[in-house]
T-cell receptor, first 109, second 117 residues
Framework: KNEVEQSPQNLTAQEGEFITINCSYS?????LHWLQQHPGGGIVSLFM???GKKKHGRLIATINIQEKHSSLHITASHPRDSAVYIC???????????FGTGTRLTIIP | DTAVSQTPKYLVTQMGNDKSIKCEQN?????MYWYKQDSKKFLKIMFS???????INETVPNRFSPKSPDKAHLNLHINSLELGDSAVYFC????????????????FGPGTRLTVT
């Protein structure tokens, strides 16, 4: 069992829908990362959060440390949001990131 | 200006060859990483260097040898390439974690797609 689990693995939605991607982890962490991998392959860091909630444009990330769970939300989804979203958790004391398997999001116009 | 750059972007080579992938970051970060993304798109850490010192070395064959000539560069040399080495290799960098263990955001390079035939 992977130490970082994501759901769903694949998600297809209509443009404009509210999107939620979930991440559960079993490792002790100092912060959780959300990454976006574009269809072209490039990886971009979206958020790094250790508590509460962060917002950037239409993207919102939340984390519940006690429940070891984080969510990534996208409001008013758009076809350009189509990508693979990956959560990653570093173990306490080092920077080794353990990655989830990713969620492939497809937004249909 | 590119923050984290890798060369080459694509590398096609035959089994048994030796090849290198180069990574450079101009962010002034102290820590650099190599990740491997397999055909199923699963990312896994290979190595991490902090100020030219190896701090993470996952279970990677000895054929893989990272080299950090200075803190802005982390190169990956692979000897005796095998079919299973075909993957996308990503370099990343971040600031050094704080004494309290606080992590910093990682910045990724564009990736190097290695194909071993």
């Amino acid at each position: 069992k992977n130490e970082v689990e994501q759901s769903p693995q694949n998600l297809t939605a209509q443009e404009g829908e509210f999107i939620t991607i979930n991440c559960s982890y079993s490792v002790g962490i100092s912060a959780l990362h959300w990454l976006q991998q574009h269809p072209g392959g490039g990886i971009v860091s979206l958020f790094m959060l250790s508590s509460g909630k962060k917002k950037h444009g239409r993207l919102i990330a939340t984390i519940n440390i006690q429940e070891k769970h984080s969510s990534l939300h996208i409001t008013a989804s758009h076809p350009r949001d189509s990508a693979v979203y990956i959560c990653a958790a570093p173990s306490r004391g080092n920077e080794k990131l353990t990655f989830g398997t990713g969620t492939r999001l497809t937004i249909i116009p | 200006d590119t923050a984290v750059s890798q060369t080459p972007k694509y590398l096609v080579t035959q089994m048994g060859n030796d090849k290198s992938i180069k990574c450079e970051q101009n962010l002034g970060h102290d820590t650099m990483y190599w990740y491997k993304q397999d055909s199923k798109k699963f990312l896994k850490i290979m190595f991490s260097y902090n100020n030219k010192e190896l701090i993470i070395n996952e279970t990677v064959p000895n054929r893989f040898s990272p080299k950090s000539p200075d803190k802005a560069h982390l190169n990956l040399h692979i000897n005796s390439l095998e079919l299973g080495d075909s993957a996308v290799y990503f370099c990343a960098s971040s600031q050094e974690k704080t004494s309290a263990g606080y992590s910093y955001e990682q910045y990724f390079g564009p990736g190097t797609r290695l194909t071993v035939t």
